[in-house]
């Protein structure tokens, strides 16, 4: 386990979790900001797991974590660092099922994240890359204490750069 809130608990995901891993590349509403194509099929997501899930907690002791809700028994989205070469950063990613939003759980999630990261991981650093037009995003950002730094370009699309000290 990573961390644990009152309603959730943050872990690595394994591979029982590759179905939500596929919900949650496949479900248009929570690609909308996201600049990727829509799994189509279970053997991806399975591929995401192995090839790159599994390969940064092997090479870098990190990655997206999995984020269970406890009261409903189920996996419902993930938070957590990924390393980015492009911007030679580390990135606090997070992403939820609609279902989800607007309850709080970005927040609670992220701020439990962060926590973490320096004792844990050495990470003294954080970014967020919001794409333009991601109000929720955004929100849970400064929520968090990151703060808009610059404007970007990432994989061809403007986004918002938020940066945090830990």
């Known amino acids: ?3 644990e ?3 959730l608990i943050i872990r690595p995901f394994n591979e029982n979790d590759v179905e939500a891993i596929f919900k949650m590349n496949s479900t248009l509403e929570m690609l909308t900001y996201i600049p990727q194509e829509p799994l189509t099929d279970i053997s991806q997501a399975k591929a995401v797991f192995n090839n790159l899930i599994q390969k940064e ?3 870098r002791g990190f990655a997206r974590f999995a984020v269970y809700h406890k009261q409903d028994d189920k996996v419902i989205g993930f938070c957590g660092p990924k390393y980015l070469p492009e ?3 580390v990135e606090l990613g997070y ?3 609609p279902e989800y939003w607007g309850k709080g759980i970005g927040t609670e999630a992220a701020h439990a994240v962060i926590e973490v990261l320096k004792p844990m991981f050495d990470i003294d650093q954080v970014i967020a890359l919001i794409l333009h037009g ?3 995003s955004e929100a849970v950002a400064k929520r968090v204490g990151m ?3 610059e404007e ?3 994989q061809g699309h403007k986004v918002h750069v938020y940066h945090r000290d830990l």
Do not use: P, Q
């Open 1 to 3: 386990m990573i961390a």
């Open 5 to 7: 809130t009152d309603r």
């Open 57 to 59: 907690y092997s090479s």
């Open 87 to 89: 911007f030679d950063k």
């Open 95 to 97: 992403r939820y099922f």
């Open 134 to 136: 991601n109000v929720g």
């Open 147 to 149: 703060c808009l730094v």
């Open 152 to 154: 970007d370009v990432y």
